[in-house]
């Protein structure tokens, strides 16, 4: 990764990612551009310095050096540009990543933890009167166990909203309907609430991150769309309306299961209470889940910790 300057002409640099030149080796049509987007990595708009003369006040932002292409599709346009039609908006919804009611809850780690196997889960029951907090079932909150088909555990709850009480309802061309959501397929893949729906992913790239789209209709186990009248504040960490919300698990995969290759060669080892009051020498993995929101273009990072005792 290198930097261009740009104290001349706009250069406009353009590489295809790994995933592209997979797709154009193949040879079948399959790669074709239909969309594209446009980003602001590099800009930091603090920089914008309103005691100056007007002419220089974003000097510093328009000399920034730009980024050059570069093919890692994993690593690029983490904040993607949006065009709005409607331009009398005063605020924007945003993603949060709601850990307000009972088995939504993060560890005090500040992570999700995915039990990869029964045994790490049952490790995990460890009563229900403790300083760090518990769901009604007796599993610590943020503990997800990762081969649900019963609606135990924890899960994972992104609401999408405007965060101020200064608004009372969303523009409907803001309403976010459709979710993406990208997981490192080697570790895990999604499953709904209850454990009992597995959608499965649209597409997974040269890095091993799967992608699920999830979009609002009648009767989806995954995106739901509430009331926003009289929002609860109590149940959301959104202060104003909320468009929509994902509700979602993560279900492990069969090479976390079965053998420790992967827990050995990327992870590592902590200790964790078990149910017997105790510390349980523990492997884990640490990984990203992010949710993106496919109408604003929001995206939140989720810390998931997969372990198995």
Do not use: H, W
């Amino acid at each position: 990764m290198a930097f261009q300057s740009n104290s001349g002409d706009i250069i406009l640099d353009v590489v295809l990612t790994d995933e592209g030149r997979r797709r154009l080796a193949q040879g079948n049509n399959s790669f074709s551009i239909v969309k594209f987007a446009l980003a602001d990595d590099e800009i930091n708009y603090g920089l914008f310095d309103l005691n100056t003369t007007t002419a220089l006040q974003d000097l510093s932002i328009l000399q920034t050096p730009v980024l050059e292409a570069f093919t890692n599709n994993g690593s690029s346009m983490k904040s993607k540009l949006l065009s709005l039609a409607n331009q009398n908006l005063l605020y924007l919804p945003v993603l949060q990543l709601n850990t307000v009611p009972g088995q939504a809850r993060q560890t005090v780690d500040g992570n999700y933890v995915v039990c990869v196997d029964k045994r790490t889960f049952d490790d995990s029951e460890l009563g229900t009167t403790d300083a760090i907090g518990y769901s009604s079932n007796g599993v610590r909150d943020g503990f997800i166990y990762g081969l649900d088909t019963d609606n135990l555990g924890g899960y994972i709850r992104i609401d999408a909203g405007i965060d101020s009480t200064d608004v009372t309802e969303i523009d409907e061309s803001l309403i976010e309907t459709q979710f993406m959501v990208e997981i490192d397929d080697r570790l895990g893949q999604l499953i709904s609430k209850d454990g009992k729906s597995f959608p499965g992913f649209v597409s997974r790239d040269d890095d091993y991150v799967a992608t699920y789209i999830f979009t609002k209709q009648p009767g989806d186990a995954f995106v739901r769309t509430p009331s926003q009248e009289n929002p609860n504040d109590s149940s959301t960490p959104i202060d104003g309306p909320i468009a929509s919300t994902l509700e979602f698990k993560i279900r492990s995969s069969q090479d976390l299961r079965v053998s420790n290759f992967l827990f050995d060669r990327i992870g590592g080892v902590k200790n964790y209470d078990n149910s017997g009051g105790t510390q349980t020498s523990t492997k884990f993995i640490d990984s990203i889940v992010r949710v993106t929101g496919m109408t604003t273009g929001y995206a939140v990072d989720i810390p998931v910790r997969f372990a198995k005792v």
